[in-house]
C-alpha cells in the first residue's frame, strides 16, 4: 500500500533556528506533493504543493521544500522559525488515482520564544 | 479556490446515537472526500463520496457505520452511527479543485465530535 512517512513527530526549537522537516513516501510513479499546516484550533492550511518542474518550491511565510525522486522525499524547511511557526504540520502525496490524498503521521513544531 | 462549509463545528453526543454532518462547497466539484483525524493522530481518509453514486469507502470504513450522502455537486453528508467514545475524533470534509494531476485540495474547519 502507498505510504506517507514523516520522521520527526516532535521538534522542538527556538527562534531563528533553523527547520528541516523529513517526509518520504513509498511509490516511485507520478506524484503530487504536497504540506499542510494546522495551527491550533484552525484548519488545515496549504503551505506549499510541487507538482512538476522545479523541484525546489516556495511557499508561504518562508517555507520552502525540496522534492528529490532518487530518495522518494520531500522535505520542508525554513531558515530562521518564528513563535508563531508553532503547529502540526502535515506532508501530503496525491497519486493521482482519485485525487485524494495520503497524509503522514505528522510533525508537531514548538517554537520557543 | 473552494470554500467549504461544515455543520456542526463541533457536537457532544451520547453513545448509540448517531450524527449527521454537512459539507457545503461553494462551486461544483466533481469528488469530495471524508477524512477523520483522530486525537493526537494525521488524517485518514473514509470515503470518497461521488455524485450519483455510492460512495467507496477506505479499508476499515464501511457503508453501515459511515453512511454518505452527495445529492449534487455542492453538497455531501456524512452519518457516523452508533455512535461509541472511539469515534470521537475531528471529521473533515475535502474537496479536490483543478484539472487531471493538477489539483490541490480545500478542507472544511471540520466538525469535532466527543462522544460521551
Known amino acids: 500500500a502507498q505510504s506517507v512517512s514523516q520522521h520527526n513527530h516532535h521538534v522542538i526549537l527556538s527562534e531563528a533556528a533553523s527547520l528541516e522537516l523529513g517526509c518520504n513516501y513509498s511509490y516511485g510513479g507520478t506524484v503530487n506533493l504536497f504540506w499542510y499546516v494546522q495551527y491550533p484550533g484552525q484548519h488545515l492550511q496549504l503551505l506549499l504543493k510541487?507538482?512538476?518542474?522545479d523541484p525546489l518550491v516556495k511557499g508561504i511565510k518562508g517555507f520552502e521544500a525540496e522534492f528529490i525522486k532518487s530518495k522518494f522525499s520531500f522535505n520542508l524547511r525554513k531558515p530562521s522559525v518564528q513563535w508563531s511557526d508553532t503547529a502540526e504540520y502535515f506532508c501530503?502525496?496525491?497519486w493521482g488515482a482519485g485525487n485524494m490524498l495520503t497524509f503522514g503521521g505528522g510533525t508537531r513544531l514548538m517554537v520557543k520564544p | 479556490s473552494a470554500v467549504i462549509s461544515q455543520k456542526p463545528s463541533r457536537d457532544i453526543c451520547q453513545r448509540g446515537t448517531s450524527l449527521t454532518i454537512q459539507c457545503q462547497v461553494d462551486s461544483q466539484v466533481t469528488m469530495m472526500f471524508w477524512y477523520r483525524q483522530q486525537p493526537g493522530q494525521s488524517l485518514t481518509l473514509i470515503a470518497t463520496a461521488n455524485q450519483g453514486s455510492e460512495a467507496t469507502y477506505e479499508s476499515g470504513f464501511v457503508i453501515d457505520k459511515f453512511p454518505i450522502s452527495r445529492p449534487n455537486l455542492t453538497f455531501s453528508t456524512l452519518t457516523v452511527s452508533n455512535m461509541s467514545p472511539e469515534d470521537s475524533s475531528i471529521y473533515l470534509c475535502s474537496v479536490s479543485w483543478g484539472e487531471g494531476m493538477n489539483t490541490e485540495a480545500f478542507f472544511g474547519q471540520g466538525t469535532r465530535l466527543t462522544v460521551v
Open positions: 510541487y507538482f512538476s518542474g
Open positions: 501530503a502525496v496525491n
